[in-house]
């Protein structure tokens, strides 16, 4: 995503063109901006945890997903709230699906109540309250963020003239290629390999700390929230 005309610190870029955008004489770009940067983050995580809890039955996940988004980050308020509320992203998201498929039960049901075919009680059921759902969705989130912390060292690597440590990290650490298989095609040693490697994933968890402080997450809490998305990505493979 190009941020030319946009704050250039990651760690600050979201929030602050989300503040930026409520206010008077605001940059024309920054709400599309933040809308967009949310979309791409959370499209797919929102369209898994829809999937998997009782939201489901109101309709496809992935149209579901889209008419939350068209109603709620139309308005600037609604991330403008967000970056006031001390809540991280995700959930801030999460819950407010949530809401937005309550609202849409609420309102087919009393339609269907009209012509008499809804039980009241259905208006009382909680929507998506199944843990599996919610863990589903941790998993898509932090795959989606590992992807996109990945992404950013890639261009910055290419910039610097320096593809091809990305791609040593690639075909090791997301392929699992051991080094003796490709060293020679990359003209590195095996040693020289290894420290490639150290290098692009000491990169890419800088920028995945960028990314969770983007959603919210106190520096305080940045390595034991790493060390949270490392474990439950633990079994999947991020190509």
């Not at 995580?45 to 996940?61: H, I, Y």
């Not at 863990?135 to 795959?143: I, Q, V, Y």
Request: proline letters at 3%; a neutral charge.
């Amino acid at each position: 995503m190009d941020r030319s005309a946009f704050p250039t610190t990651h760690a600050t870029w979201l929030r602050t063109i989300v503040e930026e955008s409520s206010t008077v004489g605001a940059h024309p770009g920054y709400r599309e901006k933040a809308r967009i940067h949310v979309m791409e983050r959370y499209a797919t995580p929102l369209a898994v945890f829809v999937r998997g809890s009782s939201l489901s039955r109101l309709g496809e996940p992935a149209e579901i997903v889209n008419g939350f988004f068209a109603a709620r980050l139309s308005d600037s308020a609604y991330l403008a709230d967000w970056a006031k509320s001390g809540m991280r992203l995700r959930r801030w998201l999460m819950n407010g699906i949530l809401f937005f498929g309550q609202g849409l039960q609420r309102d087919r049901a009393r339609a269907a109540d009209r012509g008499g075919s809804v039980e009241p009680r259905m208006l009382d059921r909680r929507v998506g309250d199944s843990a599996q759902a919610e863990a589903n969705f941790e998993r898509s989130w932090a795959l989606a963020i590992v992807r996109e912390a990945t992404a950013r060292v890639e261009d910055e690597l290419g910039d610097e003239g320096r593809s091809v440590d990305f791609d040593i990290f690639r075909r090791h650490a997301i392929e699992g290629l051991p080094y003796a298989a490709f060293a020679q095609e990359v003209g590195k040693s095996a040693q020289q390999c290894a420290g490639a490697t150290r290098l692009v994933a000491q990169r890419v968890r800088a920028r995945l700390a960028e990314i969770l402080r983007e959603e919210g997450v106190p520096e305080a809490e940045l390595d034991d929230e790493i060390a949270r998305v490392r474990s439950v990505l633990a079994d999947t493979h991020l190509g």
